[in-house]
């Protein structure tokens, strides 16, 4: 079974500042790996995917996550952190794409200070 | 653009009566599923469904869950009789269109449910 480790439930960053939350996944076979975003009151929205090929996958929003397989992880990264990026940030895996049955991490609160 | 609708936004029933969560999701697509959030907890799959049956479901969906596509649009999720442990945010998500099986999931907007 695939299972998902986000550490820090509450992650402060400056404005301006880089944005980093660091996912590891656990998957039997080739994972695909999700992050989600979720803000106040909203759905979750995804940010970006990677399923196969380039392993640096660009999102919404100017995120975006490296998929590295020897490390297990799949860390999603913003330069410059923008006061809209406050919101909440969630990893997740899949290991069958017919189905999609998700994991997802715990998620991250991301306060971003002016 | 396309979305997925979950109604109620927040239900507050009373422990022991049954509930119904509403999903509308995006009309061209052919997998559905259910998740939830319990308070300072992971998302956690619950049930997938497919070609008018389930799929998949986990642990958590015991005989006191069950679901249903009773018109074609809506997709439901029913717990017969709630207990405390059952308050959580309720996602339904659905993907896959039929001339593009390899989609993300899109999620809806939750639906909040108390049991008191």
């Known amino acids: 079974a695939q299972s998902v480790t986000q550490l820090g439930s509450h992650v402060s960053v400056s404005e301006g500042a880089l944005v980093l939350l660091r996912c590891n996944y656990s998957?039997?076979?080739?994972?695909?790996l999700f992050w989600y975003v979720q803000y106040p009151n909203q759905g979750l929205q995804l940010l970006l995917k990677?399923?196969?090929?380039?392993?640096l996958v660009k999102g919404i929003n100017g995120f975006e996550a490296e998929f590295k397989k020897s490390e297990t992880s799949f860390h999603l990264t913003k330069p410059s952190a923008h006061m809209s990026d406050a919101a909440e940030y969630f990893c997740?895996?899949?290991?069958?794409?017919?189905?999609?049955?998700?994991?997802f991490g715990k998620g991250n609160q991301v306060v971003v200070i002016p | 653009e396309p979305e997925v609708t979950q109604t109620p936004s927040h239900q507050v029933t009373q422990m022991g009566q049954e509930v119904i969560l509403r999903c509308v999701p995006i009309s061209n697509h052919l997998y559905f599923y259910w998740y939830r959030q319990i308070l300072g907890q992971k998302v956690e799959f619950l049930v997938s469904f497919y070609n008018n049956e389930i799929s998949e479901k986990s642990e958590i969906f015991d005989d006191q869950f069950s679901v249903e596509r009773p018109d074609g649009s809506n997709f439901t999720l029913k717990i017969r009789s709630t207990k405390l442990e059952d308050s959580a945010m309720y996602f339904c998500a659905s993907r896959g269109a039929l001339q593009d099986l390899n989609t993300e999931a899109f999620f809806g907007q939750g639906t909040r449910l108390t049991v008191v």
């Open positions: 997740a895996v899949s290991d069958r794409w017919g189905d999609n049955r998700l994991a």
């Open positions: 990677y399923t196969t090929g380039a392993t």
């Open positions: 998957s039997s076979v080739p994972p695909y």
